[in-house]
């Protein structure tokens, strides 16, 4: 079971080293800082500085206390939100040796419905859609339509085990299977990178560990790359490397 | 062991996503209530477009047949002066002094009088008459054709006898056909003819032979002024067709120079006067139109924005996801844009019943004041689906510039 690599860049690194630490990063982050503004003299310092580089293939958790700057970190490497670049060092952030720093708006959105999959702690499927729409729904944004996208969606609703499901209103799914449509609609375009914030966080212990399971399943069956922010322990458990936040920078890391 | 796939590289162009009109459809009716109510809020607007719209039509119809009229050159003259034809008597040889002014090629003498004098008739847009002139002298001369589109019209031979040719809506108004006798202030005369439409005058006229016309006029005259007046020598108006190439307004300043109790219309007094009336209605209309546009934009960007307000996670995650700020503004554009069409189209259909109904029930009153046309029909459409697009661009904008991570935070 596998897929095909795709890019030069795949093969490279592939070739030359299997998963060892000398392997290229598939994305790596320098000097990220954030501080968002709350008032006009209130601001929270959110990331103070953090470097990371997250290998391909890898399956690793983002954990920390409330506020530690865990969710900064992934919108930063989601490319929701660019690092800071008016103070201290300069920033770095590179995704597939591509630097994602200097992009503008559209193109960090057009490598999110390309080359990325999103999944939220409260599953966020858009309410009037079907489960096959909500899948379609990011074949669209990544500019596959029609008869292209149909099996492709169908493909994904199948891999998270709701092929039954795939003409029901997110109002008549579980939280779990909800959950699993999100995946899905994540993993639709086969992007390089999967980002989850909590995503077991809203649901019960049974259905997040079927869910857990799920993406563990498609990291070493699929070899993607997933990063999980996260609070439950049993998720850092499962996945190859936890880096621990504290205070908007980087405590440590397990593994 | 496979490896996994790695970043594609991004293709050179992305097609236009197309935004799917079931979607669209499904956006709208999550709120019933609101959405219902904006369309209506359209839909009254675009009413009273089509409404007015239609009677303006009708309007613009009888100024622009009047204008043909007069574009032969034709000059009417009458007595009183001002620039408005008045019925008052003049003696029939005035006519052989205007005939000897230079460059005047024919004068056709004329009768005109209300058809009725009950107040209750006076309807909007062209008084029901009673006409006849002179037969046989204005014959190719004028470029307004009246056509019979049942029985004949009147000629020379008809003169002495009672027999009248009605205007279309006339007759539609009675009921009559050719063949019937009517009865026109206490004589009665037999339907000859029935006049095709002509959208102006003619069609509101019954046409009686001259002397018969002179003779129904004469009667209407306080008994002082009769005293003094036989029914042969006197009219109303005088027809005055310049020769080719005379300018009419100089034959209508010897007309005026040779009594001034004579007032005259050529083409460029009728347009002057028709001009400023059409001109009127074009801005009552205008007017409406932008009361309408006001009204029904104002909904539709407060439907629109707070739609908006309540999808805002959803949007959030649309962004996230990679949809584009232009995606999400094509699809808030496109949803407030079918508000407005449908509005637009639910005002069109109430407006043509309306105006439809109004007609019906004008007929017999003799107040047939609307015309709906494709072009009223097209452009009201067309106009309220551009103001929901245009009113939608607002929140779509709004929309487009929401950051996608508090988006998705907002509750």
């Not at chain 2, 001034?260 to 801005?283: C, H, I, N, V, W």
Request: charged share 20%; hydrophobic share 45%; glycine share 10%.
């Amino acid at each position: 079971m596998t897929t095909q690599p795709h890019t030069n860049l795949e093969n490279e690194t592939m070739t030359a080293t299997t998963h060892t630490q000398a392997q290229t990063p598939l994305l790596a982050g320098r000097n990220l800082r954030k501080t968002y503004r709350l008032g006009r003299r209130n601001t929270l310092q959110a990331l103070a500085g953090v470097d990371v580089a997250i290998r391909p293939g890898e399956m690793v958790a983002i954990m920390g206390p409330s506020g530690s700057g865990k969710s900064t970190l992934m919108h930063i490497l989601g490319l929701l939100h660019a690092p800071d670049m008016n103070h201290g060092p300069r920033p770095e952030l590179t995704f597939g040796g591509r630097d994602m720093v200097a992009l503008s708006e559209a193109e960090r959105t057009r490598i999110r419905a390309r080359e990325m999959g999103f999944v939220f702690q409260d599953f966020n499927l858009v309410p009037t859609l079907t489960a096959l729409e909500n899948v379609l729904l990011a074949c669209d944004y990544a500019g596959s339509t029609g008869p292209k996208a149909r099996p492709a969606a169908l493909e994904a609703l199948a891999l998270v085990g709701l092929s039954e499901r795939a003409g029901h209103r997110p109002a008549e799914l579980s939280g779990g299977e909800q959950q699993r449509v999100a995946i899905a609609r994540a993993l639709v375009n086969r992007p390089a990178l999967v980002l989850a914030d909590e995503p077991t966080g809203n649901l019960d212990s049974a259905r997040s560990e079927e869910v857990l399971a799920l993406l563990r399943r498609l990291n070493r069956e699929r070899g993607q790359t997933f990063v999980l922010v996260t609070h439950d322990h049993e998720v850092g458990a499962a996945c190859d490397r936890v880096v621990r936040m504290r205070d908007g920078r980087i405590g440590g890391v397990d593994r | 062991m496979a490896s996994g796939p790695a970043p594609s590289i991004v293709a050179a162009s992305k097609p236009l996503e197309e935004i799917n009109p079931m979607h669209t459809l499904r956006n709208l009716f999550r709120r019933r209530l609101r959405t219902g109510l904006t369309i209506v809020g359209i839909a009254i607007g675009i009413w009273a477009l089509v409404v007015f719209g239609s009677m303006a039509n009708r309007i613009n119809d009888m100024v622009g047949n009047g204008s043909t009229y007069f574009q032969s050159g034709v000059i009417s003259v009458w007595s009183g002066g001002g620039s408005v034809p008045k019925s008052n008597p003049i003696d029939l040889a005035v006519g052989n002094r205007i005939e000897a002014i230079p460059g005047v090629a024919a004068v056709v003498p004329g009768v005109s009088l209300n058809l009725s004098d009950d107040p209750s008739s006076v309807s909007f847009g062209l008084p029901p008459m009673i006409t006849a002139e002179k037969p046989g002298l204005s014959d190719g001369l004028g470029t307004f054709v009246e056509t019979a589109a049942s029985g004949r019209l009147l000629t020379a031979a008809d003169e002495g006898s009672n027999v009248t040719v009605l205007g279309c809506d006339l007759a539609l108004q009675y009921g009559m056909h050719v063949g019937d006798t009517i009865v026109l202030r206490g004589e009665s005369f037999t339907i000859v003819g029935v006049l095709a439409q002509t959208k102006t005058q003619p069609d509101n006229s019954a046409i009686v032979p001259f002397a018969a016309g002179q003779r129904l006029y004469l009667a209407t005259l306080p008994s002082v002024v009769k005293a003094n007046l036989t029914a042969a020598e006197v009219v109303t108006a005088f027809q005055v067709y310049p020769k080719p190439g005379i300018d009419p307004a100089t034959v209508a300043a010897a007309i005026k120079a040779l009594d001034p109790e004579l007032g005259t219309m050529d083409a460029s007094d009728f347009d002057q006067q028709a001009g400023s009336y059409a001109a009127m209605l074009d801005d009552v209309l205008m007017g409406i139109g932008l009361i309408s546009l006001v009204v029904g934009g104002l909904s539709v960007v407060n439907t629109m924005a707070m739609s908006i307000a309540e999808r805002t996670r959803e949007i959030g995650i649309k962004r996230a996801i990679g949809a584009s700020g232009a995606r999400i503004v094509r699809e808030v554009v496109t949803e407030s844009a079918l508000i407005g069409f449908i509005g637009g189209v639910i005002g069109l259909t109430l407006g043509a019943v309306a105006v439809t109904l109004a007609n019906e029930a004008g007929r017999s009153s003799d107040t047939i004041l609307f015309e709906l046309t494709l072009g009223t029909a097209v452009t009201s459409v067309a106009f309220s689906t551009v103001l929901g697009a245009l009113a939608g661009l607002v929140p779509a904008l709004h929309a487009a510039r929401l950051d996608p991570v508090a988006a998705l935070r907002y509750e």
